[in-house]
């Protein structure tokens, strides 16, 4: 069998991904990509800072252009029942049942951080994300926000109140 996850910012992407192509294969074709391919949904969250706030150590020349500095957290949540076969050992990958629970817990948690983030630093004036969450009642209100989103997606999922905090 082959697996094939989608690993973009979009919900359902492995989903959409696969409807584009079976469209284009011939009816045999499809019968035999729906016995043998996993499309297999995913959330990735993964955050990779602009080059020149990631400090001197991190400076970019000319010669390296190409490389990419991310943030050390991570998170890729896999939908282990879209698997096409044995499911295959993949280090780093949260598998679960119910993706949903995932992508709301990235979305009302770290993507409604950010927003908070970005939104009261536009009104404070400040220009990128880095300086507003520097700022002690920014961060005290963005604070405030994701604990608050994080018991409803605790009661409603059961995620452990703890690891979720981390």
């Not at 990631?54 to 190409?66: I, L, Y």
């Not at 949903?100 to 630093?121: D, M, P, S, W």
């Not at 002690?136 to 409603?156: C, D, F, I, N, T």
């Amino acid at each position: 069998p082959l697996n094939i996850i989608a690993c973009e910012n979009a919900v359902r992407a492995t989903t959409a991904l696969k409807a584009h192509v079976l469209q284009h294969l011939e009816e045999e074709d499809v019968e035999f990509v729906k016995a043998h391919v996993g499309f297999v949904d995913s959330a990735v969250d993964r955050i990779v800072p602009s080059m020149d706030q990631v400090g001197p150590h991190h400076t970019q020349s000319e010669a390296d252009e190409v490389r990419v500095v991310v943030e050390q957290f991570f998170e890729w949540d896999v939908d282990q029942n879209q698997f096409a076969g044995q499911l295959p050992p993949l280090d780093g990958v949260t598998l679960c049942d119910n993706l949903q629970a995932y992508v709301e817990r990235k979305l009302f948690t770290l993507n409604t951080g950010h927003a908070i983030t970005a939104y009261l630093g536009f009104i404070r004036g400040y220009g990128t994300i880095l300086q507003s969450i520097n700022d002690p009642e920014v961060e005290a209100v963005v604070k405030g926000a994701m604990e608050e989103s994080a018991q409803v997606l605790v009661k409603r999922y059961g995620f452990d109140p703890e690891a979720h905090a981390a």
